[in-house]
């Protein structure tokens, strides 16, 4: 049996949670690979830039498309934001 390969976020090397793409996107793929870890330095800094450069209250988590290779910032609007579509994996 082969292993499952783990993608981790380049900020806080947690294993990135299989996310499902919402059907309305423009990103293609079905699912995303991102970090949900509330402590990630990415997230949590996430808070207080986005407050101060939109007034926004929103944060980011970090995103892996694995079709195209791309990453970058997903926004989110409360912690719980985004993880009731995380895809549970049989490893």
């Known amino acids: 049996m082969v292993a499952l390969q783990k993608i981790t976020c380049p900020h806080c090397g947690t294993a990135l949670s299989k996310w499902r793409t919402p059907e309305p996107s423009t990103w293609g793929t079905e699912f995303q690979y991102i970090c949900f870890n ?38 989110v609007w409360s912690p719980d934001a985004l993880k009731n579509d995380i895809i549970q994996e049989i490893e």
């Open 38 to 75: 509330d402590k990630c330095e990415y997230y949590v800094r996430g808070w207080q830039w986005m407050q101060e450069k939109f007034n926004a209250k929103s944060s980011y988590r970090y995103r892996y498309n694995p079709v195209n290779g791309e990453s970058g910032p997903v926004p």
